[in-house]
């Protein structure tokens, strides 16, 4: 198969466009995964939580750790972890964030802030800065040959799982009567709470599975990156980039964003590898010039 040229004239081999193009879809589920979650806490909640990238980091610690001390493998990982970190996240809602409820949003922007710093130099100051290998479990080892590249079993299995997670989440949110009641619940509590509806615990609940879903990724991501402390602090600002662009609060926008601006980005490194890095946030300011509640968002 012949070269293809990018737009400064060099050639480039085609495995390695579909290569960044696979890269790219990887890393857009992460973002979707990532910023759904985030887009649950905000829309719901309006939580701005700046810790979402330490429940990322926890989630693929607590696989490892299960692995390690428990013996429990990926599979198993795969459901605790997020159940694990998630009722980790409601703890932290009920003992800090729901004191912050009434109050601005840049409270809870700043407490969440303050215990990702926390979260990370504890894990840090226990492991090192070094990551930690995660093995592929053994079913989703080896590759698929496409005809045109290569697919690692096991990073077409992490771009199906985002997806179906994803599109499970926006389901339930918006076609349930679950749903129905979260986001009655944001608008009119009085009203949720004339139903028998247990306020205060639907937004614990709520907080919990935004963070399970970041831990969800941090499990997924484990045999790809290294578990290491600073996976969340890397990717958590590329994440909000995401969510603003989509939409503060929009679910369809966060996970559409997400997989989308993850193959730009891809693209990007092809194409032009010094923009790879700001790509993403360049296309947030111009979203914001043009249309500041996001593509998917509504105002106010």
């Known amino acids: 198969m012949g070269p293809a040229v990018n737009i400064f ?11 960044q ?9 992460f973002y979707a995964l990532l910023s759904l979650g985030l887009a649950v806490i905000f829309g719901m909640l309006t939580i701005v939580n700046f810790a979402h990238g330490a429940f990322y980091m926890m989630g693929a610690f607590a696989a490892y750790f299960l692995l390690q001390y428990t013996g429990l ?6 459901i605790l972890a997020p ?4 009722a980790i996240g409601a703890v932290v809602e009920r003992l800090f964030l729901k004191r912050l409820a009434g109050f601005d949003p840049l409270y809870s922007l700043l407490l969440t802030f303050g215990l990702a710093l926390i979260i990370q130099g504890l894990f840090q100051n226990f492991y090192g800065a070094s990551g930690m290998p995660y093995a592929i479990p053994k079913q989703l080892t080896g590759a698929y040959n496409l005809g045109f590249m290569f697919l690692p079993v096991y990073r077409g299995w992490v771009i199906v799982a985002s997806a179906v997670v994803c599109f499970a989440t926006w389901l339930i949110i918006e076609k349930t009567k679950l749903g129905a009641y979260l986001r009655a619940a944001t608008e009119n509590p009085t009203m949720v709470r004339a139903f028998g509806i247990n306020v205060p615990r639907m937004v614990t ?13 941090g499990v997924l991501a484990a045999p790809i990156n ?10 958590i600002a590329v994440v909000f980039a995401v969510v603003v662009i989509g ?14 601006l993850g193959v730009v980005e891809g693209l990007t490194k092809v194409f032009y590898p010094e923009a790879s890095n700001t790509v993403v946030f360049v296309i947030m300011a111009i979203v914001l010039l043009i249309r500041p509640t996001g593509l998917f968002g509504r105002a106010a």
């Open 73 to 78: 493998n990926y599979w198993f990982a795969l």
């Open 205 to 217: 609940l709520t907080y919990g599975f935004g963070v399970a879903l970041a831990a969800f990724a």
């Open 9 to 19: 004239g060099h050639a480039i081999s085609m495995p390695q466009l579909y290569g």
């Open 83 to 86: 159940l694990i970190v998630g």
């Open 21 to 29: 193009l696979l890269i790219g879809l990887i890393n857009g589920s």
């Open 226 to 235: 290294q578990v290491r402390p600073g996976m969340g602090a890397d990717i």
């Open 247 to 260: 939409g503060m609060g929009s679910i369809l926008g966060s996970i559409v964003t997400g997989f989308v």
